[in-house]
């Protein structure tokens, strides 16, 4: 499956975006996706992921109760509304699949993804 991230940006402190992350090749339902980041000088890290069927979400702490994530099947897409953003959110935001079930270490884990996007750059102004 390819993976095309978009929506990233400058925003204001406490402003919103939505990233989108469009796929295509086989049918998304076969993949658990999830957003990942990484800003400067720092290893990439689990921002949120959404279950296969879409009913089950996971964030990290620092983002939870500010952004979601859904996917809708029917257009083969990821997205991640991020709200009350703060400058520390400021990264290069990456989406990844996985059609493999969840190992040991979960959804969180980076090895867990086969596939990867290309980034999209978010940078939060304070």
């Known amino acids: 499956v390819q993976l095309q991230a ?3 940006g400058l925003v204001q402190a406490g402003g919103s975006l939505r990233l989108s992350c469009a796929t295509s090749g086989r049918p998304f339902s076969q993949y658990a996706p999830a957003w990942f980041r990484q800003a400067p000088g720092k290893e990439r890290e689990f921002v949120a992921a ?64 086969n596939y990867w996007g290309q980034g999209t750059l978010v940078t939060v102004s304070s």
């Open 6 to 8: 978009s929506g990233g």
């Open 50 to 113: 959404v279950s296969w069927s879409g009913t089950s979400t996971y964030y990290t702490s620092s983002v939870k109760g500010r952004f979601t994530i859904s996917r809708d099947n029917a257009k083969n897409t990821v997205y991640l509304q991020m709200n009350s953003l703060k400058p520390e959110d400021t990264a290069v935001y990456y989406c990844a699949a996985t059609n493999r079930p969840y190992g040991s270490n979960g959804y969180s884990d980076k090895t867990q993804y």
